[in-house]
């Protein structure tokens, strides 16, 4: 079943102690935009993240991940400082300070407030060890945010089904109005030419009224065009019914659709045609709309 590229999911975790949680949250994108926010121990797990979510078919939308670990005082990481960042940043307060005339109270506890001046240091085992339990919490996410994602694309497809099937109908009395504008065609061009000739007294050319409707017919037709229109709308039905990411492809049956409508109205010698290929416009608008979600 396809997905929608929004989505939320949120799992949490007691673990040897530590207490994990894990919140992915997405919006439409046109490509894959994945954003970690971890604690500054725990970045070394970033790029890990990216390849596991792909792994759950994640492929495209923004992907905000938020991740908090909770750990034991006594987990045995070894905290030091930034030499180069504290530096930095103290120059950058007494600059902020002198500049602006500021009352000066960098001390040590305002300092350290500003966690980025601590730098953690893990063993190789530890790092493996809190990556193992991450993991586990961020499937347990992975999966619930797949599910409202699952969920939420149903709904879209259900809706744009819906759409189609209003198509579908206004193709079909399209087909129905064209073979009427032939024959109001032909009925009009008779009681011309009899009006025209009543003085006269001469006859009607059957056969050049039969050559004019059909040369008036091979212009106006539009079967060619309802035909396209119903293999397009086939086969956005497919796409709808496949399963992986198909926003793309949806998005080109939209254009081919749009097509065939375009060149439907610029052969409407009605204006039934021409109000009826107008509703067509405003239902693929409204499903292009759905679909910029679809993942």
């Not at 909770?70 to 504290?86: I, K, R």
């Amino acid at each position: 079943m396809l997905k929608s590229m929004t989505g939320y999911g949120r799992a949490r975790e007691r673990i040897d102690s530590y207490d994990i949680t894990v919140e992915i949250k997405s919006v439409n994108n046109r490509t894959l935009d994945v954003s970690v926010k971890l604690p500054r121990a725990y970045m070394f797990a970033e790029e890990r993240i990216k390849p596991l979510l792909l792994s759950y078919g994640i492929s495209r939308g923004k992907i905000d991940v938020f991740i908090s670990v909770d750990a034991p005082e006594n987990e045995g990481a070894q905290l030091d400082l930034d030499d180069e960042y504290v530096s930095q940043y103290i120059t950058a307060l007494k600059k902020l300070r002198d500049t602006y005339g500021l009352t000066d109270d960098i001390t040590v506890m305002n300092v350290a407030a500003n966690r980025d001046i601590f730098t953690v240091t893990k063993k190789e085992d530890d790092l493996e060890s809190d990556w193992e339990r991450i993991k586990t919490v961020l499937i347990s996410a992975a999966e619930a945010f797949n599910e409202t994602r699952t969920a939420e694309g149903g709904r879209l497809v259900s809706d744009v089904k819906a759409k189609l099937e209003t198509i579908s109908g206004i193709v079909e009395d399209i087909e129905t109005r064209s073979g009427d504008a032939v024959k109001e065609y032909e009925a009009r061009l008779m009681k011309k030419l009899r009006e025209t000739l009543a003085e006269t007294g001469a006859a009607v050319d059957e056969n050049r009224v039969v050559t004019e409707c059909a040369i008036f017919a091979d212009r106006v037709a539009t079967d060619e065009e309802t035909v396209r229109l119903r293999s397009h709308i086939k086969a956005f039905y497919d796409t709808l019914d496949g399963d992986g990411p198909a926003g793309r492809n949806l998005d080109f049956w939209c254009q081919e659709m749009n097509r065939e409508a375009n060149t439907t109205g610029s052969k409407a010698q009605n204006t039934s045609i021409t109000a009826d290929v107008v509703a067509i416009k405003c239902e693929i608008e409204k499903i292009r709309e759905q679909i910029q979600n679809i993942e």
